[in-house]
């Protein structure tokens, strides 16, 4: 199996991770709203993050557009539709909603510079706030779906908004998840480019930034917790994955992304059983729609491998015979991108 975090191939694994559907979560409890943002607009921000977890894109794209329509002249409700569209794509695997996406992110940018021009303090860290976090989810977008340097490109350029609204207000912890991100993953995924110093080693300020915005930021609390997940995946501390993943499928039991690194780690932990059955769980919904298969593929994958470790031979071999079963449906690019593992389950499936 695949042990490196940087190669996992399932959703929400690149530059900003679980970020690409929870940069703008707002905490349950202790909101404070202030002169930019009314209890009215947080709570419909609230709504669309919370479904947003639970995999409800239809219903969240509906309130995020109410946003939009309430106040067209701010970016935060374009940001929230574009949030759901890259939710859609990613949970997916496919880049159905490009030109509407990037569009969408083109209204922030712009609106959050129009404003920004002008404004001063809060309201000028708000603006920077996102049009960082449009330059992140186009980061994402690239690493997902595009290509590497332009990914790498907006990252870095997403860290500039971020750091130039720390200069307007540093008070908005908000813009420490986005830096803290920033900071850790460019530091533990730079390899040789750090052994060099072109990048600093700033692992340990990431996750200082990401506990910042996870004890006091407005809207970004979850999301900083939701990094968090993938930090410790990364860093190999196993029982604080499985901990903070349980916490957050807790309060979002209908949302799948948690269950990825969840069972990963209860692998690495060699807790078979209950990674099986996180596994099954999240096939479960999968097959109900597979898209372009890519996940299910890697799902089931897992899944076999997880058998193997227990010993259920005969299990196994069912699982690589139900993906033969399905594999006159898998589009010609999922079949090159997992040609290894399809040719693995038709032999296996002979057997």
């Not at 990825?260 to 769980?281: G, N, S, V």
Request: aromatic letters at 12%; hydrophobic letters at 40%; proline letters at 3%.
């Amino acid at each position: 199996m695949k042990r490196d975090a940087a190669q996992l191939s399932f959703p929400i694994n690149a530059l900003y991770l679980l970020g690409a559907i929870c940069l703008l979560l707002l905490p349950v409890s202790g909101f404070c709203a202030d002169d930019c943002m009314s209890d009215l607009r947080a709570e419909q921000l609230i709504t669309i993050q919370r479904l947003l977890f639970n995999d409800r894109f239809d219903l969240a794209e509906v309130v995020a557009r109410e946003v939009v329509d309430s106040s067209p002249e701010l970016p935060d409700g374009y940001f929230s539709v574009a949030a759901v569209l890259l939710g859609r794509m990613m949970d997916r695997e496919q880049s159905v909603y490009k030109e509407q996406f990037h569009a969408l992110l083109d209204t922030v940018e712009n609106l959050s510079e129009q404003i920004g021009d002008t404004a001063s303090g809060r309201t000028a860290a708000w603006m920077y706030l996102y049009a960082g976090h449009a330059r992140a989810y186009r980061s994402l977008f690239e690493s997902r779906f595009g290509s590497f340097a332009p990914s790498v490109r907006l990252g870095i350029a997403a860290r500039k908004e971020y750091s130039k609204g720390i200069e307007f207000d540093s008070s908005l912890y908000d813009l420490y998840l986005g830096l803290g991100t920033y900071h850790y993953w460019k530091s533990a995924k730079a390899g040789f480019l750090r052994w060099l110093g072109i990048f600093k080693n700033e692992i340990d300020k990431g996750i200082a930034e990401l506990y910042l915005a996870a004890d006091s930021s407005i809207i970004s609390r979850e999301s900083a917790r939701s990094s968090l997940v993938w930090v410790w995946f990364d860093r190999k501390q196993y029982d604080s994955t499985v901990i903070i993943c349980e916490e957050l499928l807790a309060l979002y039991p209908d949302g799948n992304v948690w269950l990825w690194p969840l069972a990963e780690a209860l692998m690495e932990l060699c807790q078979y059983r209950r990674a099986l059955d996180t596994y099954q769980l999240l096939r479960s919904r999968l097959q109900v729609e597979p898209g372009n298969y890519c996940n299910l593929i890697e799902c089931d994958y897992r899944t076999y491998r997880c058998l193997e470790k227990l010993n259920s031979t005969n299990e196994a071999r069912q699982v690589a015979r139900e993906v033969d079963a399905y594999l006159d449906s898998v589009p010609r690019s999922t079949r090159n991108k997992y040609r290894s593992q399809i040719n693995f389950f038709k032999k296996v499936a002979r057997l």
